[in-house]
């Protein structure tokens, strides 16, 4: 198997070597990005639809749909009136860095403050792949259950911000949520957390007034380059 | 990428060689093995105890547990009574046939009937993996969304079995149970479908009863060999 690490460390040094690249090119135009993570069906594209009701049109929001196949949620945006680009891995499953390259190049970054790359629905290979976000920010939903930072450790870990999606069926699932607080108590402290239902629009202001706070951090940033 | 590509296949091919040593094996001891696939959350674990509450005592069932940490599953199958071995894979998204190999050691092959491999939550990557399983098995749960045969179809075409899980929740979601068979339909019009609710135990016998139909396919193999 050491041909195999071997390999995959050359990726990852030529991903990440793109990854820099790529956030050179946020930093100069000041963009604010997050590298959302999540399982399938846990509400990436609702909770982004989410964002964009809270946050537009006082800043302009663009999103990189990474999908294994179909565009469905690059569509769904569009009809929320932000810039979408599709990125179809054909079955890797994962986002890489010279991927978001080439969804760079059609999008209009001086007019972006915000971008969101949604990441192929996975919790474990995207942990691996830094494409040169501020902050990767992962969204559980209750009905995965309150075990899952056992489970997937890493992508707890790695998230600035750990958001529990669907909490307004919290009262037809058994999720133990002091139990779920503590796993993350122990695996990331440090992380912001944002309880939510993106279909109902509860608590979305304030993770949204987090993402609005990352905007400020970077436009300070940007001025003194 | 031609090179990554390469040692794909080597150890795609690798994979393949070791997975028929599996099935030798299995098909020796006439056990009849599921490789099950599902996102995180899905209700994997809580599927295979409420296949062990219909098919124990009339058939011995050993459970492959693999996770990317933690060995909360095995436990759980083991209090139920079955045999588990727990494998952890380190980090990496699926499961290997070497890794099954090891497992099989430390199992009593002459009394299983039925093997289940419950696969590390993962609706891409563990698709290319045979294991020698006599069938893939996937699980998809309500919350997730009827939109998933769209985004994920190698899963869905790969299956001979389609469950889906948790549909006691179905009057709180907005899910198109028309629409995600008619993707079904489009994608794998020969997989067997069966919708249950783990947890309430609804559903689970029409399952079961495809698994013990298993189980005499395999005996009368095993007995023509």
């Known amino acids: ?34 590298n959302l993570l999540s399982s399938p069906g846990s509400g990436k594209t609702s909770s982004i639809l989410a964002l964009i009701k809270e946050l537009v049109p006082e800043y302009n929001i663009a999103v990189i749909e990474g999908d294994i196949a179909s565009d469905v949620d690059a569509q769904t945006i569009k009809e929320a009136g932000c810039a979408a680009v599709q990125i179809n891995t054909g079955g890797l499953c994962h986002l890489e860095s010279k991927m978001i390259q080439k969804a760079l190049k059609v999008l209009d970054l001086e007019k972006i403050d915000i971008l969101i790359i949604e990441n192929v629905g996975n919790l474990v290979c995207p942990v691996d792949f830094y494409l040169g976000e501020d902050a990767k920010c992962m969204i559980l939903s209750v009905p995965e259950g309150d075990d899952k930072p056992l489970k997937y450790p890493g992508v707890f870990q790695a998230a600035s911000a750990v958001v529990l999606n669907k909490i307004d069926v919290l009262p037809v699932f058994d999720f133990d949520m002091e139990l779920f607080t503590s796993h993350i108590d122990r695996l990331n402290p440090q992380a912001k957390r944002f309880n939510i239902s993106a279909t109902k629009h509860e608590g979305v202001d304030a993770w949204a007034a987090w993402v609005a706070e990352g905007v400020q951090q970077v436009r300070l940033r940007s001025q003194e380059l």
Chains 1, 2 share one sequence.
């Open 1 to 34: 198997m050491s041909e195999t690490l071997e390999l995959s460390h050359k990726l990852l040094d030529k991903n990440e070597e793109l990854a820099r690249e790529n956030r050179r090119l946020f930093d100069k135009h000041g963009i604010f990005v997050i």
